[in-house]
C-alpha cells in the first residue's frame, strides 16, 4: 500500500478518497490520523470564514447603502438579502456558529474589514471604529440604515 501522508502532501482529493475508503472498510490501523484530524478542523474553520466573509459583504453594504444615499440601487438591495439569507442559511446548517455572532471581538473585527471595503471600494472615509448598528437590526429582512 502507498504511504498515505505523502500522497496527502501530493493530491489531498486522491488523499480524501483513500482515507475514506480506509474508514468505511473499518482499517483504521492504515489512516493518516494527523492529517484526517487537520481536515476536520478546517471543515469547521471553512464554515466560519463563510460566515465571516458574508457578514463583512453584508456591513459593507450596509455601510454604502447609509453613506450613498444617491447611489442606492437593486443591485445593493439584493446582495444585501442575498448575504442576509446566506447567513440565515449558514446558522441553520451549524448552529453552533451562532456562538460566534455574539463575540464582541469576531464582531470587531468583521466591522474593521467591511469599514475598510466600503472605503476601498466607495471612497468612504470617516467610518465609525465600532459598528453604529445592533447585530439583530443587521440581520433582520427587511432593516436597512437611512
Known sequence: MQDTSARYEDDVVAWAEDQARLLRAGRFDAVDIEHVAEEIEDVGKSEQRELASRM?????????????????????????????????????????????????????????????????????????????????????PDWLPD
Open 56 to 140: 463583512a459583504v453584508l456591513l459593507t453594504h450596509l455601510i454604502k447603502w447609509h453613506c450613498q444615499p444617491e447611489r442606492r440601487g437593486k443591485s445593493w438591495r439584493l446582495t444585501i438579502r442575498n448575504q442576509r439569507r446566506g447567513i440565515e442559511l449558514r446558522l441553520a446548517r451549524t448552529p453552533s456558529l451562532k456562538a460566534m455572532l455574539q463575540d464582541a471581538g469576531w464582531q470587531q473585527e468583521i466591522w474593521v474589514d467591511a469599514a475598510g471595503a466600503a472605503s476601498a471600494q466607495a471612497g468612504l472615509d470617516e467610518l465609525p471604529e465600532q459598528c453604529p448598528w445592533a447585530l439583530e437590526q443587521v440581520l433582520m
